[in-house]
Each structure stands twice: as structure tokens, then as C-alpha cells.
């Protein structure tokens, strides 16, 4: 899924222009805007979700609720500019004015208006359904079976015709509402289907959990996307995660409803009690991995402030390689899942470069020889996750700017803040040591 | 084979006339099991060391018999903006291309991008000059200090794969 995100005159962003993959990282200094870009793109992927079938001015004002749901209401200013483009919809918020074109609804419409003359469009709506089937994997899925299913009924009336089971011919007055109410279907989760941001602030909603009452009492104001992030949470159906890579033999289990993390078959204690970097990864998981293909309206796309939270570095590295092994973006634009990570962490940035490097040089030993050899078993056994370079996008955001920091020619991250800063420590250390001479 | 065709193509020390080093030749050999090479930094090339102030090690386990090349003040003769690294280590199995950055402080970043530049520019110019390196196993080193812990760099990682890419040899 690729899309574009243009922001001008928002907080501390100037002016900046995204190309949006299917993992995205965003790197720069305390309140460069990045959590905002962030933010944007988790309430812009699916506008349908806060934009209830108004007209301009009540979508204009679901757009600021939506902003100050996100706590970043405030960055909208007078001369603000912000635009969303992708497959599925056009948005944007310039001069003060919303708009929302639904692109692919729209297309779907079109379709639907040539069934008035089915028999005059029916190649038409073949080639164009055929097209966004090659688009959209959910979509082949349901227009694939529709066809079979009527072709299979028409087989006992007329007789079973294999080479025309997926021809324009199988479109009929009978299974065309069906084929457009399907990808009708599929197109309004695509819209409503949102981001789940995954706050920094995760570790504290265990915190919160058993002082909700109080909390709502003493009306404490905490963000809604907190809320929202914690809500999500408690609908998650994840009973057991191993955490392993943490610590040996650690596992979390839910019991009763109640977070638990084992540290043996016996002992365990209550998530709010474990380690700092427990109680950071866990709501991560528990949101990643509350993923059903069959069901609908589950988040399939996570925006993760500060992965690496009370994490030590290979824990990073291991949790970076959990989140790689579970998206599965090859197979479709509206399926695998979407992340965007925010970090401060040298040590995310070169995990998500070795998982950009194994997918080069697993292109370059499949070229070189073939993927049955025994060098490939080896290969895979430790390096079975990777990153494709067209699906990854990373940047830094600094002085109300973007930069890109992914070298498409290498298909590599390449200079940036993290390790200038590293660089830079390094030479005050070796400043002070040539004193000592 | 390597030695004879760098002498043949690349000749003697360029500098006669001012050097100031104890073995003129460019061409040292030694079998210590264990030697040092010093970069003093005073517009001399670099030295072969058994004490004393040093920024690289060479462990000769084996002690076979390893040729260091002077090459930045010696061999290669100065031309303005021809780069070149400091000197270049061989066996009759490996070539080592090194250039030495730890004399000075600061721009850490900018001292390592000036280093693989020196090292690629010393590749392109035994390669252009018909050296035959394909039986070598090759590697390039930039020597630079680094005393508190090292945290990964992208920026590194991605150096190495752009050198390896440009030259076929490890950084």
C-alpha cells in the first residue's frame, strides 16, 4: 500500500511530503512533529471511521474532533494545509475547508451505473471489476467466488463451461448486485478500518487499569488516544505470548481476564508488576497480534511510538524481527499489515537495516544459484524475515521539514541524526582522552 | 606475483628528496608474529612499529612473511586531488587496503566518508595501473578510535555495502 502525505503549517511541521510504504519509520528530535505526521496518517487512513456521511461543515468539524482526539488540535492553524492521497481516497484540509473524495467508492458507482445497460457493458464491467481485483486481494477473493458460484448453478441448467467460468459472460443481472455489494463491503472496511496507535504512553495504562474509578471520579483528563489505545486492548482476544525474548521462560497468559506474566509454570505476577520493558512489549503484542484474517474490522495497521521503551538492545532488535515476521504485505495492498515506528533507538534503525539487507542478499544468492540449495537452508534458518525496499520508507523530521533517509540505490538506511549524535559522543570521549596525555 | 607488479607498475618512493624514514624503499617485509603500525601524522608515511605509539595491530600468528606498502607519501606520488590511503598489507593470500583517521578529534563522521574515499580511490588506482588483485582476498580497514561502546550505525552498515557494491572488496 503506498500512499502520499503532504502536511504544511501544522505545529512544528513547515512543510513536508511523505511516500508512505508499508513499513515506515520516522526518526528526528524531541517535538519535531514526527508523533503529529504520525498521528495524521493513523486518522487519515481511514477517514470513514470519524467522517459520519456529513456534508463539508459537519466534516470539517468531525476533522478538529478527530484532531483533538489525538491531542494535536492545537497545531491547526489558519494557513494549515494537509493532504492524504492514495489508491483508496483523496483528503484535504486546506483554506480553512475539508474535502473527501472516496476514490475507489467512486469507482465501484461507476460500475454499478453500467449495470443499468448490463448487456451493452458487460466486457466493460469484466475488464474494470478484473482490474480491481488485480488491486486488491480481498476483492479477487469475492468477485472470483461470485463468479464461481453462479457459473457452478448455471451448470445444471446449461451445462458446465470450465473455460468460461471467469469470463465476462458469468456477469448477470442475478450475481451483479452481489459482486458490487461485496466490494462495497470490503471497500467501507478499507475506509473504517483505522490505525491503532500504539501511544508511548502503553506501559501506563496498566498502571491505570485498577484505578479507573478514581481516575473518572477526580475527572483526571487523559488523552483520548490513550483511552482509545487501552480500549483496544481490553478487546484483545491474544490469551498467551511467549516472551522469550525478554527473558527465559517468560510468558504472558491472560486468566480471568486478568494480564499475567509467568515466570514459571507456577509463579506469576500481575502485568502492572513486571519489568518496565515487559509492560512496554505486551501492549504491543497484544495489538499486533489480535489479527484474524477471517474477521473484519480488525486493525491491520499500527502506528508504534518508541518500539525500543525499556527495552535492552537486543530485546529491540528481537521485538523489531516479531513485528517483520507478522505483516505480510506481498499479498495484496488491502491486506498484511502497516506499520509506522517512531524511535530515538540506534538500535531500531539497524534492525530494520539487516531486515532490508537479508532481503538483498537473499535476492542476490537466489540469483546466483537456487533457493533448494543447502546454503539457502542455512541462510533462511536465521534469516527467515525481511524487508522488500519497495515497501519501506524512512525519514527525518527536523526544522519543519522531512528528509528522506532511505537509500533507494542500496536499498539501505543511510546517514542521519541517531548516529551523527553517536559519532559526535565518540569524538567528546576521544577529546578528553587526548588530554590525558 | 603482487609485489613484482606493483614495483613494476607503481616503481619507488616518490619522495627521496625529503624523506625522512629509515627503510627508503616502500617495500618492507616481515615475519614478527606480532607488529604495530604507527601513523605520526608529521607528513611522513606511515611507520612499522614493535612499541611505542601505534593505531593499528597486526596479529601474524602464523608468522608468515607480510608486506606493508608505504603508499600515502611514498609510493604514490602527490597529485592534486588524487587520493590515497595510508598503506597497503599483503601475503600471498590476503590484501589489506588501511588508512589510519585517529590522530585528530572530532568530525568522526565526516573523517570516515574521507577515509573510504582515500581506500577506494587506492583500489581504483592499482586496478586502472593493471594490478591484478582477483587472487587475493581483499579488505579494506579504516583505523579509528573508539574507546567508549560501540552502538550500530546505519550509516556504517550502509558505507559497507556501498563500498562493497563500488568495489567488490569488504570495508
Not at chain 1, 466534516?59 to 483508496?88: C, G, H, P, R, T
Not at chain 1, 487499569?209 to 483520548?224: D, Q, R
Request: proline share 3%; charged share 25%; hydrophobic share 35%.
Amino acid at each position: 500500500m503506498q500512499s502520499r502525505l503532504i502536511v504544511k503549517n501544522f505545529g512544528p511541521i513547515k512543510e513536508v511530503d511523505l511516500d508512505l510504504r508499508n513499513v515506515n519509520v520516522f526518526i528526528g528530535p524531541q517535538a519535531s512533529g514526527k508523533s503529529a505526521l504520525a498521528k495524521l496518517f493513523t486518522i487519515f487512513k481511514a477517514p470513514r471511521k470519524f467522517l459520519k456521511n456529513g456534508n463539508a461543515e459537519a466534516n470539517l468539524k468531525a476533522f478538529k474532533d478527530v484532531l483533538e482526539e489525538y491531542n494535536i488540535q492545537s497545531f491547526l492553524m489558519q494557513d494549515s494545509e494537509v493532504e492524504y492521497l492514495s489508491e483508496l481516497h483523496n483528503l484535504s484540509y486546506k483554506n480553512g475547508t475539508f474535502s473527501y473524495v472516496p476514490k475507489l467508492l467512486n469507482q465501484i458507482k461507476k460500475i454499478e451505473r453500467h449495470g443499468d445497460s448490463l448487456d451493452n457493458n458487460r466486457e466493460k464491467i469484466y475488464n474494470e471489476l478484473d482490474s480491481l481485483s488485480k488491486q486488491y486481494l480481498m476483492f479477487s477473493m469475492k468477485f472470483r467466488d461470485s463468479m464461481q458460484e453462479h457459473a457452478e448453478q448455471d451448470t445444471v441448467s446449461t451445462g458446465y463451461d470450465a473455460e468460461k467460468v471467469e469470463t465476462h459472460l458469468n456477469i448477470t443481472q442475478t450475481n451483479f448486485p452481489d459482486i458490487i455489494k461485496a466490494i462495497k463491503d470490503i471497500e467501507t472496511e478499507l475506509s473504517t478500518n483505522a490505525v491503532l496507535y500504539i501511544p508511548s504512553e502503553r506501559n501506563f495504562i496498566n498502571i491505570v487499569k485498577n484505578s479507573a474509578l478514581n481516575l473518572l471520579l477526580h475527572k483526571v483528563p487523559i488523552p483520548k488516544h490513550i483511552l482509545l489505545f487501552g480500549a483496544e486492548l481490553e478487546k484483545s482476544s491474544v490469551n498467551e505470548i511467549d516472551l522469550g525474548f525478554l527473558s527465559e521462560n517468560l510468558v504472558y497468559r491472560k486468566i480471568n481476564g486478568e494480564d499475567r506474566i509467568f515466570t514459571s509454570t507456577e509463579n506469576s505476577i500481575r502485568l502492572g508488576e513486571a519489568a518496565s520493558g515487559v509492560q512496554s512489549a505486551v501492549p504491543i503484542l497484544l495489538a499486533v497480534y489480535n489479527f484474524d484474517e477471517a474477521a473484519i474490522n480488525r486493525h491491520h495497521s499500527f502506528v508504534i511510538e518508541e518500539p525500543e521503551l525499556n527495552l535492552f538492545p537486543e530485546a529491540q532488535y528481537e521485538l523489531i524481527k516479531k513485528l517483520a515476521a507478522f505483516r505480510d504485505e506481498i499479498r495484496g495492498g488491502d491486506w498484511g499489515q502497516l506499520h509506522v515506528y517512531t524511535t530515538h533507538s540506534p538500535y531500531i534503525l539497524s534492525a530494520l537495516n539487516i531486515l532490508l539487507y537479508t532481503n538483498k542478499v537473499e535476492k542476490f544468492l537466489i540469483d546466483k544459484s537456487n533457493s533448494t540449495g543447502e546454503w539457502y537452508d542455512v541462510f533462511n534458518e536465521r534469516h527467515s524475515i525481511n524487508i522488500p525496499p519497495n515497501f519501506f520508507s524512512a525519514y527525518q523530521i527536523k526544522d519543519g521539514g522531512a528528509e528522506s533517509i532511505f537509500n533507494i540505490v542500496t536499498g539501505l538506511i543511510s546517514d542521519n541524526y541517531i548516529d551523527e549524535a553517536t559519532d559526535k559522543m565518540n569524538d567528546d570521549f576521544d577529546a578528553l582522552m587526548n588530554l590525558m596525555k | 606475483m603482487i609485489l613484482k607488479a606493483l614495483k613494476e607498475k607503481l616503481g619507488d618512493c616518490k619522495f627521496t628528496g625529503i624523506s625522512l624514514c629509515e627503510h627508503k624503499s616502500p617495500y618492507h617485509h616481515i615475519a614478527e608474529k606480532l607488529f604495530y603500525i604507527h601513523d605520526a601524522e608529521n607528513n611522513q608515511p606511515v611507520k612499522i612499529v614493535l612499541s611505542g605509539d601505534y593505531q593499528l595491530t597486526v596479529n601474524n600468528q602464523l608468522t608468515t612473511e607480510i608486506c606493508v606498502v608505504k603508499t600515502d607519501k611514498c609510493l604514490i606520488k602527490e597529485v592534486e586531488g588524487q587520493k590515497k590511503c595510508d598503506c597497503i598489507l599483503f601475503n600471498n593470500r590476503r590484501l589489506y587496503f588501511v588508512e589510519i583517521k585517529s590522530g585528530r578529534t572530532g568530525k568522526r563522521g565526516e573523517r570516515k566518508r574521507k577515509a573510504k574515499e582515500q581506500l577506494g580511490a587506492t583500489i581504483d588506482n592499482l586496478r586502472s595501473n593493471g594490478i591484478n588483485l582477483s587472487n587475493l582476498e581483499l579488505q579494506a580497514i579504516i583505523c579509528i578510535k573508539n574507546h567508549s561502546r560501540k552502538i550500530p550505525q546505519v550509516t556504517e552498515q550502509t558505507m559497507m555495502e556501498k563500498f562493497r557494491e563500488q568495489y567488490n572488496v569488504k570495508l
